[in-house]
């Protein structure tokens, strides 16, 4: 039976209010206070002070308070939120884990930075994919693939600090998301959409900010899930791409071995029966 720790509940609250003040309160706020308070009130004495709506003035001082407003404020406090969001984020993982299966499992560092920096490269060419998967000439059929990339993107996000935490390697958690896609389809869906409303890519940001600690003690509560006969290998393309990457890189770091006939040989054999 699982040990339940109740005293993380307050921090995990405490976090989860956190995230939805600074990314709601703060961040998104002053972005509607600006352009839909402090611009209208700015334009509008504009207008009282040169008699015309579409004045020289505004033409100019209207985009350059907008750009001003984008590089002093919302740029820093974007990178700011990245950042502070992703120790959040990962504060309320790990209590949530600990507060419903216990202590997580500690893994090598150096096992653990190549395996986020693999999965951070694969989730950036999945994303890639679900984008140009939108630019196919079948509108409703690119759409749909679409939303099935971020929804299962979004799952992956979700649930990878849970799995991580269980050992999980990445090439595991991969698997379990393709066979049960159904599943996980469902699960990531509501992000997917609510975060394609905003039209700004900053609002949707915010919105995602504020909604996904929610998603993380979902998916942390989530039962184990019995995998789909039908896999949907939509991760493999991302998987080779981001092999040949890795294995690239690793090659080029090994000037002695390519100097010397016999160690060449050694490192290319794997290649050839992959």
């Given at each position: 039976?699982?040990?339940?720790?109740?005293g993380?509940e307050?921090?995990?609250?405490?976090?989860?209010?956190?995230?939805?003040a600074w990314?709601g309160?703060?961040?998104?706020?002053?972005?509607?206070?600006?352009?839909?308070l402090?611009?209208?009130m700015?334009?509008?004495?504009?207008?009282?002070?040169?008699?015309?709506?579409?004045?020289?003035?505004?033409?100019?001082m209207?985009?350059?308070?907008?750009?001003?407003?984008s590089?002093?404020w919302?740029?820093?406090?974007?990178?700011?939120s990245?950042?502070?969001?992703?120790?959040?984020?990962?504060?309320?993982a790990?209590?949530?884990?600990?507060?419903?299966?216990?202590?997580?499992?500690?893994?090598?560092?150096?096992m653990?930075?190549a395996?986020?920096?693999f999965?951070?490269?694969?989730q950036t060419?999945?994303?890639?994919?679900?984008?140009?998967?939108?630019f196919?000439?079948l509108?409703?059929?690119?759409?749909?693939?679409?939303?099935?990339?971020?929804?299962?993107?979004?799952?992956?996000?979700?649930?990878?600090?849970k799995?991580?935490n269980?050992g999980?390697?990445?090439?595991?958690?991969?698997?379990?998301?393709?066979?049960?896609?159904?599943y996980?389809?469902?699960?990531?869906l509501?992000?997917a959409?609510?975060?394609?409303?905003?039209s700004?890519?900053?609002?949707?940001?915010?919105?995602?900010s504020?909604?996904?600690?929610?998603?993380i003690?979902s998916?942390?509560?989530?039962?184990t899930?019995?995998?789909n006969h039908y896999?949907?290998?939509?991760?493999a393309?991302c998987?080779?791409?981001?092999n040949?990457i890795?294995?690239?890189s690793?090659?080029?770091?090994?000037?002695?071995?390519q100097a010397?006939p016999?160690k060449?040989?050694?490192?290319q054999?794997?290649s050839?029966h992959?």
């Open positions: 039976m699982r040990k339940r720790s109740p993380n307050p921090k995990v609250m405490h976090r989860i209010i956190q995230c939805c990314n309160g703060v961040f998104w706020l002053s972005i509607l206070i600006f352009n839909y402090l611009l209208p700015l334009k509008g004495m504009t207008t009282l002070l040169t008699g015309s709506e579409t004045g020289p003035v505004w033409s100019w209207g985009p350059m308070l907008t750009w001003t407003f590089a002093l919302i740029l820093p406090l974007f990178v700011l990245k950042i502070v969001n992703c120790f959040w984020f990962a504060d309320i790990d209590c949530a884990y600990r507060k419903s299966r216990g202590r997580p499992q500690l893994p090598n560092i150096s653990f930075i395996d986020m920096l999965s951070l490269l694969l060419f999945f994303l890639l994919q679900g984008t140009l998967a939108s196919l000439p509108p409703t059929v690119s759409q749909l693939i679409s939303v099935l990339h971020m929804s299962l993107l979004y799952s992956l996000y979700s649930f990878e600090y799995w991580v269980m999980w390697e990445l090439h595991q958690r991969l698997d379990h998301i393709e066979k049960g896609w159904p996980y389809f469902g699960f990531g509501p992000m959409v609510l975060t394609a409303l905003p700004s890519l900053v609002v949707s940001g915010c919105v995602f504020i909604l996904f600690p929610v998603f003690i998916a942390n509560e989530a039962l899930l019995h995998p896999p949907l290998k939509l991760f393309p998987v080779a791409l981001t040949a890795f294995h690239h690793i090659m080029k770091r090994q000037p002695v071995a010397s016999k060449h040989a050694r490192i054999e794997p050839r992959r």
